[in-house]
């Protein structure tokens, strides 16, 4: 929250704990003053209004009633306190005809949960309702764009010129011959010797995997990591130095690569929901790969899967004994704590296959990593 941090410690907690316990403990307890106690008792009716309706009278279904409350919360609030609240709301008052009150859905702030909501609904919204499910949608993309591409595109290029032979290695890195070769016309008859002006290392430039292919889970349960799994598609897309591809799947495999210029139509393709059958994409990718030795796959997936489990690991080790790279990223989001198939991931983690979630920010620095060779 954001308290007053200039008071006690001891005060925050215990202005805290009464905010949980509720109002019968900030009157009993009344030592908030002033602008504290007036701020406390918004606080509390925020709060009770949404989980403790009966005390407080509740959402309901009024309109103006939840929009003075979302107002509310967003000025009372830390913006992580807002969303959290702001999606327990959504389940109370029902996200479907939320959206179709346009003044209502006005005042929701856009983020990436409720995006993979409304995309989860998007099918089942009539026509006259896309325009807002687009706003929705380019809003948070747009946000996502500008605090992702940049330390994508840096954490690339960046590890790219660290791992690039120095201009002026130190003694034991110098290839001799090559470069006596190089300054040959800097001979200098009178000492008898050549006098090199251009020092060459004898390490060699490191190597970017060109090929990219994202196999990416359209399932429910990835709904937030798809979210930002598109737009990173897109952003890596963007790098002149690899060539991307993206493939969604559930049961069935869905070619979304000519969307990737294009992250907000891109997500608008997704088809959220469904089951899983993570060795159909994985055997499409083996089928479509022109240079494995030049590839690296990327399946962004809880590894919950509703196909044949012996099928799927044996389409990993084809992957693998074909020269592929193969990364298993479990999920994408703020939390970095997947729900996830623990005998999957064992078995994947086995196959020497590095496997992991990450929050977004962790992204580029670890995909820039398994990229370079």
Not at 85 to 114: F, G
Not at 160 to 189: F, G, S, V
Request: with cysteine; hydrophobic share 40%; proline share 6%.
């Amino acid at each position: 929250m954001n308290d007053n941090l200039n008071l006690p410690s001891n005060v925050q907690a215990s202005r805290r704990w009464r905010l949980i316990l509720g109002s019968d403990a900030i009157e009993a307890n009344p030592d908030s003053q002033g602008s504290e106690a007036g701020l406390d008792s918004r606080r509390l009716r925020s709060l009770e209004a949404l989980y403790q309706p009966t005390r407080s009278g509740g959402l309901g279904r009024s309109t103006p009633g939840v929009i003075r409350w979302l107002d509310e919360i967003r000025a009372d609030f830390p913006q992580a306190v807002v969303q959290v609240m702001q999606h327990d709301a959504i389940k109370r008052v029902n996200l479907r005809s939320l959206l179709l009150d346009h003044t209502l859905s006005d005042h929701l702030d856009p983020d990436v949960i409720l995006v993979a909501q409304v995309l989860s609904l998007a099918p089942t919204l009539p026509d006259s309702l896309q325009d807002r499910v687009r706003q929705i949608v380019r809003q948070v993309v747009e946000d996502l764009e500008q605090r992702l591409r940049p330390a994508t595109q840096q954490a690339l290029l960046g590890r790219l010129r660290q791992r690039l032979p120095q201009r002026h290695p130190r003694y034991r890195e110098i290839d001799w011959q090559r470069t006596l070769y190089a300054n040959l016309k800097h001979y200098q008859p009178h000492y008898g010797t050549i006098i090199p002006e251009k020092l060459i290392h004898r390490g060699t430039p490191p190597q970017i995997r060109q090929d990219v292919l994202l196999c990416l889970d359209q399932s429910a349960s990835m709904a937030g990591s798809v979210v930002y799994a598109s737009v990173f598609a897109s952003v890596l897309a963007s790098v002149s130095l690899l060539k991307v591809r993206l493939l969604a799947f559930d049961t069935s495999v869905l070619e979304l690569t000519p969307l990737l210029d294009d992250p907000l139509e891109l997500l608008l393709g997704m088809q959220l929901g469904g089951g899983t059958d993570i060795s159909a994409v994985l055997r499409y990718g083996l089928d479509t790969i022109q240079q494995p030795q030049e590839t690296v796959l990327i399946l962004i997936s809880d590894l919950y899967d509703g196909g044949d489990r012996q099928l799927l690991w044996r389409s990993l080790a084809q992957l693998l004994a074909s020269g592929v790279r193969v990364i298993s990223l479990l999920a994408i989001d703020e939390t970095g704590v997947p729900s996830y198939d623990a005998t999957n991931a064992d078995y994947v983690a086995r196959l020497g296959i590095p496997t992991f979630a990450c929050t977004p920010d962790e992204f580029p620095a670890l995909i820039s990593e398994h990229l370079l060779v």
